[in-house]
Nanobody
């Protein structure tokens, strides 16, 4: 069992930055790929970024590539999402996701556990 708790969301102007954190409980964090997804009102939940168990391999959606950076600290059981040059279209609830051991969490069907979500609002 893995429990995930996101923090760091908020309201920011376009062009600004936010850093999301996801604290995980449970002994299997280090053995799981981790990811971030987001869901805007009226839209499906979509992939944002994912990171391998060691942190050595990272995956990004085309819409955030070059602006967002995913990282993890296995000693702290925490995964981060640094979001720079934010745009109004980045507005959504952002969810932390715990995936499987060797398969990257790049799809909702590859996620075993979800956090409650944190709201990110980017004003124009």
């Amino acid at each position: 069992q893995v429990q995930l708790e996101e923090s760091g969301g908020g309201l920011v102007q376009a062009g600004g930055s936010l850093r999301l954190s996801c604290a995980a409980s449970g002994r299997t964090f280090n053995n799981r790929s981790m990811g971030w997804f987001r869901q805007a009102p009226g839209k499906e939940r979509e992939f944002v970024a994912a990171i391998s168990r060691s942190g050595g391999t990272k995956y990004y959606a085309d819409s955030v590539k070059g602006r967002f950076t995913i990282s993890r600290d296995n000693a702290k059981n925490t995964v981060y999402l640094q979001m720079n040059r934010l745009k109004p279209e980045d507005t959504a609830v952002y969810y932390c996701a715990a995936g499987r051991t060797t398969v990257p969490a790049v799809n909702v069907n590859l996620v075993d556990y979800w956090g409650q979500g944190t709201q990110v609002t980017v004003s124009s």
